[in-house]
């Protein structure tokens, strides 16, 4: 039930994004690669080690950072004139 869940959640910040298509490959991307991961496991039903928990738990965080950072280049760029004084 927790995969229907991150899936829906996931979708939606795929269909929210505009026209940025590296968050959109990003996102799609670390739905496909946690679904993999999940579905492979299951095949096999060996124990997971450490660093490849800690790689799926990253890859499941990327669509919720990719949701609520500033995306839009103007951003950044204003950002980085206010930080350097001009």
């Given at each position: 039930?927790?995969?229907?869940?991150?899936?829906?959640?996931?979708?939606r910040?795929?269909?929210?994004?505009?026209?940025?298509?590296?968050?959109?490959?990003?996102?799609?991307?670390?739905?496909?690669?946690?679904?993999?991961?999940?579905?492979?496991?299951?095949?096999?039903?060996?124990?997971?080690?450490?660093?490849?928990?800690?790689?799926?738990?990253?890859?499941?965080a990327?669509?919720?950072?990719?949701?609520?950072?500033?995306?839009?280049?103007?951003?950044?760029?204003?950002?980085?004139?206010?930080?350097?004084?001009?």
């Amino acid at each position: 039930m927790d995969m229907v869940a991150y899936g829906y959640q996931t979708w939606r910040i795929y269909r929210r994004l505009g026209r940025e298509d590296w968050a959109k490959a990003l996102v799609v991307g670390s739905l496909a690669s946690v679904i993999g991961f999940f579905h492979i496991e299951g095949l096999f039903e060996l124990p997971w080690d450490s660093v490849v928990i800690t790689l799926t738990y990253f890859l499941m965080a990327c669509p919720f950072v990719i949701q609520r950072a500033p995306l839009s280049a103007r951003h950044w760029t204003h950002s980085l004139s206010v930080c350097l004084g001009k």
